[in-house]
T-cell receptor, first 114, second 110 residues
Framework: EAQVTQNPRYLITVTGKKLTVTCSQNMNHEYMSWYRQDPGLGLRQIYYSMNVEVTDKGDVPEGYKVSRKEKRNFPLILESPSPNQTSLYFC?????????????FGAGSRLTVL | LAKTTQPISMDSYEGQEVNITCSHNNIATNDYITWYQQFPSQGPRFIIQGYKTKVTNEVASLFIPADRKSSTLSLPRVSLSDTAVYYCLVGPDSNYQLIWGAGTKLIIKP
């Protein structure tokens, strides 16, 4: 089944404890992206990647890192999480970035930072 | 700033046809119009996409006038399970980003 898989789905952690949210897609998509969703603010892009070893900042990159060493994986790294990073996170992928490309989203990862 | 404007919320009843209109006055020549559906705590899911005129698939229709400055998502004979948030997007922009607005929260009543 074509899908984007995120792990963990739920995580409660404490301020400053490094964590990684993994994202993997099995559709051979070149484009991958991370979003966070907060009540009343909609989906905001954190980072995106056009292809392997190519990443770029989205609207809200502060406090996050990403890497794209393989085409299928795009992990989101929080080096020193803070409470304002408590949010619902989505990974998405598509074949490309033109307007005709459709994003496939993961199920989401709900992160709570205490 | 979102490139699209949609109603914040709409109500309807089971069995009715629902039309959600999206305004995108500054749509670019290369932009497609794409609609996604999102249930609580789930990732958005693609519904339909179009460039001009009318597009229909098994779940919805998309009407786009000639000037492409707006579009209407039509959901035929809705059910309670169609209660969700619906997002209209155009783009991406020159930074390869899709700007997500607040969407339209559709509530279907029995």
């Amino acid at each position: 089944e074509a899908q984007v898989t995120q792990n963990p789905r739920y995580l409660i952690t404490v301020t400053g404890k490094k964590l990684t949210v993994t994202c993997s897609q099995n559709m051979n998509h070149e484009y991958m992206s991370w979003y966070r969703q907060d009540p009343g603010l909609g989906l905001r892009q954190i980072y995106y990647s056009m292809n392997v070893e190519v990443t770029d900042k989205g609207d809200v990159p502060e406090g996050y890192k990403v890497s794209r060493k393989e085409k299928r994986n795009f992990p989101l790294i929080l080096e020193s999480p803070s409470p304002n990073q408590t949010s619902l996170y989505f990974c998405a992928s598509s074949f490309g970035v033109s307007g005709a490309n459709v994003l496939t989203f993961g199920a989401g990862s709900r992160l709570t930072v205490l | 700033l979102a490139k699209t404007t949609q109603p914040i919320s709409m109500d309807s009843y089971e069995g009715q046809e629902v039309n959600i209109t999206c305004s995108h006055n500054n749509i670019a020549t290369n932009d497609y119009i794409t609609w996604y559906q999102q249930f609580p705590s789930q990732g958005p899911r693609f519904i339909i996409q179009g460039y001009k005129t009318k597009v229909t698939n098994e779940v919805a229709s998309l009407f786009i006038p000639a000037d492409r400055k707006s579009s209407t998502l039509s959901l035929p004979r809705v059910s309670l399970s169609d209660t969700a948030v619906y997002y209209c997007l155009v783009g991406p922009d020159s930074n390869y980003q899709l700007i997500w607005g607040a969407g339209t929260k559709l509530i279907i009543k029995p």
